[in-house]
T-cell receptor, first 112, second 116 residues
Framework: KQEVTQIPAALSVPEGENLVLNCSFT??????LQWFRQDPGKGLTSLLL?????REQTSGRLNASLDKSSGRSTLYIAASQPGDSATYLC???????????FGQGTTLQVKP | EAGVVQSPRYKIIEKKQPVAFWCNPI?????LYWYLQNLGQGPELLIR????????DSQLPKDRFSAERLKGVDSTLKIQPAELGDSAVYLC??????????????FGPGTRLLVL
């Protein structure tokens, strides 16, 4: 059974800092890995999608990497801003079930 | 372009009462998903529709939960009777094709349910 784990559960950093969020998964049979952002009381917004054949994707200040063999992904946020404060969820598209399997999220607070 | 629309946004009911949630997916999206999100956890799939057909309802507690997607557009998720443990956020998502976990899913804002 695919399990997705995110560490840390919560993170607080001062504005301007570069930071890394971690995601690990137990089964390498995946189509892709996605990073989502969730603001309080809101739905999920897709940030980046990495296909299983890719190593990384970039969008603006965000860079996501994927190491399928070791079951790890990282989301790198450069020059963090207070507007980046949210919960970040990673999810793997499971080849076995065809489903998106989510981690529990990392709640990020960027202090001005 | 309008996103995924859900209503109501919030619902408070007493246990044993019925409750229903409504979802309107993005226009042209064939696949619709209902997820359950407990506090501090990631969403978990309850049911997935491809057009009118429920292609994956293995995680739906069928003794009290039901869903329908008439005409392959809007969908309704119902709980009857509700239990205290059903308090959670119910998210609806849609995607263009039928590839499930292979493609980008677009999420609505969710319905936050509190059962007293």
């Amino acid at each position: 059974k695919q399990e997705v784990t995110q560490i840390p559960a919560a993170l607080s950093v001062p504005e301007g800092e570069n930071l890394v969020l971690n995601c690990s998964f137990t089964d390498s049979a995946i189509y892709n890995l996605q990073w989502f952002r969730q603001d309080p009381g809101k739905g999920l917004t897709s940030l980046l999608l990495i296909q299983s054949s890719q190593r990384e994707q970039t969008s603006g200040r965000l860079n996501a990497s994927l190491d399928k063999s070791s079951g790890r992904s990282t989301l790198y946020i450069a020059a963090s801003q207070p507007g980046d404060s949210a919960t970040y969820l990673c999810a793997v598209g499971s080849s076995n079930t065809g489903k998106l399997i989510f981690g529990q999220g990392t709640t990020l607070q960027v202090k001005p | 372009e309008a996103g995924v629309v859900q209503s109501p946004r919030y619902k408070i009911i007493e246990k044993k009462q019925p409750v229903a949630f409504w979802c309107n997916p993005i226009s042209g999206h064939n696949t619709l998903y209902w997820y359950l999100q407990n506090l501090g956890q990631g969403p978990e799939l309850l049911i997935r529709y491809e057009n009118e057909e429920a292609v994956d309802d293995s995680q739906l507690p069928k003794d009290r939960f039901s869903a329908e997607r008439l005409k392959g557009v809007d969908s309704t998720l119902k709980i009857q009777p509700a239990e205290l443990g059903d308090s959670a956020v119910y998210l609806c998502a849609s995607s263009l094709g039928s590839l499930g976990g292979q493609e980008t899913q677009y999420f609505g804002p969710g319905t936050r349910l509190l059962v007293l």
